[in-house]
């Protein structure tokens, strides 16, 4: 029999949490706190006056309330088991995303979606998703499929200024710009047998049709004919926000940002 109490308690308990909630500056932090989605209260309340919002671990389940953000420039949506941000309104001021450990699986439609909605988007941080190969096994990184993954990226938004923390080199923005298209595939569940990553292209294999698997004909192997760049080599920078008090990271217990690759990368 259902508890008629539990109801009471439940929205006691969120009260509570919402008490401990202060905006700091323009900063606001939710984080470790199952709201679900950013109060009501709270977003009409402080919403005009926040710049950074912190939504780590959240249980998130609904957006709806962002639209009370109009100054928002960073938004960290880290360890929320998301798939995709389809139901995020557009947010025209946003410059800096951070999305670790969720549960992306396919990288272009997940870029589209962000592109749509952050016109300004300058840092994106995509850490252990699985559509981010490269990083998914610290200690142990694919180095070329973390490269055709920010090659990828590079290519679909080359205003970004860094990626996964990292900045992006003028040498990745040409080689973006070169073989980007031909990185990354549309659709994961096309990925051949025997350990490919799904959302990577094959250099030299079977094309399934779609134009992520195509490579160009002047070049077979387009990714062969440069050595592998460690990321790990590449200059690291302090993000937005003071969520990110530099530190090193690996994106396993995120909370915000705090992006400083090190020599196992």
Known sequence: MENPMAPAAEEDEMAEMLKSVKRDGTELSLAYRPFGSVPESLALAE???VTSLNLTECDLKSFSNLVCFPSLQTLVLDKNDLEDIKACPTIPTLTTLWFNNNRVADLPAFLDQVLERFPLISDLSMMRNPACPGLMDIKRPDMEACRMYRTYVVFRAPQLVTVDGVDVTEGERRDAALRGQFTVKRRPQEAAAGGA???????????SGGIFDRKPKAVLDPLAVRPLVNVASLPSRKPVGVYGRERRYDGAHSEGNRFIVDDHL
């Open 47 to 49: 919403g005009r006056y």
């Open 197 to 207: 990553h799904p959302m990577l292209a094959e250099p030299g294999g079977k094309s």
